[in-house]
């Protein structure tokens, strides 16, 4: 399998070499959408609202909804120039007691290889995380994507867990990580 992103693991001085790998596949059966009648596939055409008729490509623009019907057209360059940058490592942000971290919002693990001489920084960075029950809270891009992710300690690797968008539920942080033995209680249903 190939690494499907390669930097580093950077907190404070300290950067890891490593390489990213997906530790989950998604399998799905692709198929097509046919005519019930003599199977031959079905097209779909960009048809303007305004006029009923079939568009080009070339007059294609992309826009967002201000308001009802209402847009503003945004060009490539101004969706390339609002991309975040790719990032050449996974920059720790924190480090917290795993048991803070809400796993309602992790959406995929990944698996974290040491790259060439890497070895013994990772091995140490593994170890204290595995001993301290702490992980590690970190931003990094992948795929023209922002994400968090917790770093965590499992087994001999370290996995790294991609989280909800940040922009959406903020970055857990020691503050920000609210415990659930504030949350009312509820008497337990039995059956």
């Known amino acids: 399998m190939r690494a499907i992103w390669k930097g580093s693991i950077a907190f404070g001085l300290v950067h890891i070499p490593v390489n990213l ?3 989950t596949e998604t399998q799905s ?3 097509n959408l046919l005519h019930k009648k003599d199977h031959s596939r079905i097209r779909y055409q960009r048809i303007s609202e305004a006029t009923g008729k079939e568009v ?13 019907d209402n847009f ?5 360059d101004e969706l390339k120039e609002a991309s975040p940058e790719k990032s050449a490592a996974i920059e720790i942000q924190e480090f917290v007691n795993e048991s803070q971290i809400p796993t309602l919002y992790f959406e995929k693990p990944y698996y974290l290889e040491p790259d060439k001489g890497a070895g013994k920084a990772y091995a140490l960075l593994r170890e204290a995380l595995a001993k301290s029950g702490k992980v590690g809270v970190a931003q990094f891009v992948l795929r023209n994507r922002e994400s968090l992710c917790v770093l965590k300690a499992q087994g001999n690797a370290l996995t790294s867990i991609r989280s909800a968008s940040p922009q959406k539920f903020g970055l857990w942080t020691s503050s920000a990580c609210r415990s659930t033995k504030s949350w009312p209680r509820t008497k337990s249903i039995s059956p």
Do not use: K, L, N, W
């Open 21 to 23: 790998y997906p530790a």
């Open 29 to 31: 059966i692709s198929s």
């Open 56 to 68: 080009p490509a070339e007059e294609i623009v992309r826009g967002y909804e201000v308001d009802r």
């Open 72 to 76: 503003v057209v945004i060009s490539d």
